[in-house]
């Protein structure tokens, strides 16, 4: 039997800045999710990170386990009545066989043993049960802000991005995906933000850390003026927006 990959733990470092920098992700993609679902007993956000999907899909489920394999990220993590979190491996979850009615993985299946988690998702779905999983790439703000932040990605921080990494590049779109796909629209992912959240955010990318740990030095410091130029007027909010295209299956067996 293959050895289990072992978790690549990008995160644990920065979960203070993660649960304060991380976007969330849309109240409409949510409310579409809970109405695929066949029961709203009971959800599983897998890699919860700072429990971002997690706490919202409480509105909708009587109780959302939340799992994620570092224990620094559910320190963190937003607090709900309804949301049970575990330190946990996305392959070995530790769930009930047939207990969950939607499995939810936001921004993390690029992180996993995608057969072994396969399976487990298909374990512990109730039949007929759904599964999303999704990504987003890199924000869009303005062409002048746009081009400063891919400047960043590339040629700064680039060669500290993990090999993981190209998944989200390319999208899940071409990834197997052994469940009965349903076609499901696009969602976007919207925040009014300062220069200074944009800052932030950028400062939690994995190649960020990484980068910073190797120089001594914060890469997004390297850009901060020519952001300021990009963005504008001191205390400009502008609109930031990500796009998300989900996949979405069903358990048949």
């Known amino acids: 039997m293959p050895r289990p990959k072992k978790f690549p733990d990008h995160f644990s470092a920065g979960a203070t800045e993660y649960a304060r920098w991380r976007p969330d992700y849309p109240d409409r993609l949510f409310d579409y999710l809970a109405g695929l679902a066949p029961a709203r007993r009971r959800a599983w956000d897998c890699a919860t990170g700072s429990g971002q999907a997690a706490v919202t899909l409480a509105r909708h489920f009587r ?6 394999a570092s224990e ?3 320190s963190h993590a937003r607090r709900h009545p309804r949301v049970l979190y575990r330190v946990a491996a996305a392959e070995r979850s530790g769930i009930e066989a047939g207990s969950i009615d939607l499995v939810t993985v936001a921004q993390a299946l690029h992180w996993f043993d995608r057969p072994r988690f396969w ?4 374990r512990v779905l109730v039949p007929g049960g759904m599964i999303a999983i999704w990504c987003y790439d890199l924000l869009h703000v303005s062409e002048e802000v746009d081009a400063v932040v891919h400047h960043l990605y590339r040629d700064i921080v680039g060669p500290y991005w993990p090999p993981e990494r190209s998944l989200v590049e390319r999208g899940y779109g071409k990834l197997e995906f052994p469940f009965a796909e349903q076609t499901v629209p696009i969602f976007w992912m919207e925040r009014r933000w300062s220069l200074d959240d944009l800052v932030g955010y950028l400062g939690t990318w994995s190649a960020a850390r990484r980068f910073a740990e190797a120089r001594g030095e914060n890469p997004v410091e390297r850009v901060r003026e020519d952001l300021a130029s990009a963005w504008g007027p001191f205390g400009r909010l502008r609109r930031v927006r990500w796009k998300l295209e989900p996949r979405v299956g069903r358990r048949i067996s």
């Open 119 to 122: 399976r487990e998702a298909r």
């Open 63 to 68: 109780e959302v386990i939340a799992t994620d």
């Open 72 to 74: 620094r990220q559910i």
